[in-house]
Structures are given as structure tokens and as C-alpha cells.
């Protein structure tokens, strides 16, 4: 399935047809609702399968509302969450973080939208005083949102600094299988195994209709996910179809296939266009997106014909996103397009 001229978003991609067969087959007489049903079993038993039978899943409806209802499980009102200043709940969900869940973000710059141990430890300042914030979480996007990728060490030293001082770890893994995938680990491998506590599991942007999910690995941190999920508007009354899509993607390991899929038409992309003179690619190319400079001419007439995303209004860096659905084709048609451009 091929998507000429898209690069804006992973979301912009078709449902893959996997999924949209397991929906159709969940679309067969009555079922309980709320949960209750033989597929959510089967989706709950797969994330067990996948992360451990300890770890405890919830199945949403998208990724703000994942993050927010992960983040209310780990947090009091007077409590801080540490995250990069490009993070996705810093920048992208409408402050809903902090107006839903009641806690405040502090957001550390980073070059590449990666965290560093260093930064957490530097961050942990006012500790016991009253009249700060506390931090408590750690949250880390993996993959970022410069399409960067922690790599398990990465991941494991924050975790157990964030540990060391009382504090919880969780990810956003909106594109976590691209992380995955980038890593060659399993999904348990690079989220439970190197200290994360709890993970905003994503797969809409990799093939999905609509279904996220919040993992949590502490049995403890479980028990009031169910009332947390009702209060913030995220529990699905027929919920078989949130459900059937993690069925489709785990069938034959669809969400890896997608994943690598889409990371390699991004390693495609970077690769062509960092030889064509006036591109400079500014972040590293570990997933399925690639952020580049090109001259604001060039930009504005190749968005007459192809979509994607000014990252930076002020230096006219741009992301280029990769999907599942990305062809060779696809690439090697933009490709054509930015050289011709460029070498008007």
C-alpha cells in the first residue's frame, strides 16, 4: 500500500488491513461490554505474554489519554513530573497533564529530545521542602520526538538514578515498536527489564484505527487504573474493538513488521537526501523520522505537492515521518523532488 507525497505523520497512514480484519471479526452478534468480552482476554493475555504476567494493562482510547491516566497513577497534586522540553506532554496534548492530572511538568532542554542522568540528578533540588513542587516521575519518550532512540544503557541508568531517589519511571512510548524495532530487542526487553514502572504503549501510529494502552509493571500501581481510566473519559463501552486491534497487530508479529517497516523507508530517505547539496540532516536517523534543514523556498514549493511538518518555524528545520504504509517508491518520488528543487 503505497501513500505518494505523505510525510507528515505516522498517524496519516490507513489502518493496516490485518487490523482492520480482526476488527471486522470482533463485529460478529453480542458481547459484554466494558471490557468483559473473549477479546479483551486476548488482548490483556498478549500484553501479559509480552511484558510479564506481574504487569497489568488498560486498554484507551489514545495516547494523551494514556499519558494522563499513567501519570495520575504515579502522582499527587503536589508532585512533579522531569521531562525533556519537546516531550509529546509537554508540547502536544493541550496541557491536559497538568490540568487533568493536577501535577506540573518541569521540562529540561535537550538537544537530541533525549534526558540524561545527569539532568534528572541535577533536577531533584527541593526535596522535603514545603513550598516546592516534589519531583516523582521520570518521563521519557522512546522513540523521542526527534525520532532519537534510548538505548537500553541509556534507559537503565536513568531508571535506577530516578530509583535511587524514590522516584518512578514512565515512558511514552507512542512509537515504541519503532523503538523496539531500532533496538532489535523485545518490547519487554527495552521497557520492564531496564526499570521502566509504567508504559504508555502505542498503536495508532503503527498501524492501529484508534486503541492505546497503559502497561503497568508494580502490581501495586495497578489497582486504581480502572477508576482512573473511567474518570478521564478513556473507558470504551464496547471495548472488543479497541481490544481486536492489539489482536491484529500481535498476529504474526504485524507490529514489528510495520515498525521496521517504517524505520527502514526513514534510513531510505536520510540516506538519499544527506548526499543532495543544501539538506543537512540535524538529528540522528534512529526510527522512522528524519528532521532536516532545507532552504525555506525549497520547503514551501515542494509542500505544494508533498505533505510534511516545519519542525522549527525559526532555523526551517523540517520532520519527515516515515509509516507503515511508506513504499520505496514513495521515498525515491520525494527524493526526486527535493534534488530537482534544490538544484533549480
Known sequence: MSL????????AAP?????MDAIAAANTG?????????????AEQWFADTFGAESSTTLVWNGTGANVVALRALLKPWEAVLCTAQAHINVDEC?????????????????????????????????GDQHRVQPRVVSLTQATEYGTVYTRDELRDISDIAHRHGLLVHMDGARIANAAAALGTSLRECTVDVGIDVLSFGATKNGAMGAEAVVVFDPALAASLPFLRKQTAQLASKMRYLAAQFIGLAHDDTWLVNARQANAMAHRLAEAIREIDGVTITQSVDANAVFALLPRAATEALQRDFHFY???????????????????????????????????
Open 4 to 11: 505518494p507525497g505523505e510525510f507528515a505523520s505516522d498517524n
Open 15 to 19: 489502518v493496516h488491513p490485518v487490523v
Open 30 to 42: 453480542a458481547s459484554p461490554a466494558y471490557g468483559a468480552d473473549p477479546w479483551t482476554h486476548r
Open 95 to 127: 496541557g491536559a497533564p497538568e490540568r487533568i492530572a493536577g501535577c506540573k511538568l518541569v521540562d529540561l532542554p535537550t538537544p537530541g529530545g533525549k534526558l540524561t542522568p545527569a539532568q534528572v540528578e541535577a533536577a531533584l533540588v527541593g526535596i
Open 310 to 344: 516545519v519542525w522549527d518555524e525559526v532555523t526551517g528545520e523540517v520532520r519527515l515521518m516515515c509509516n507503515w504504509a511508506t513504499e520505496p517508491a514513495d521515498v525515491d518520488q520525494f527524493v526526486a523532488a527535493i534534488r530537482a528543487e534544490l538544484s533549480r
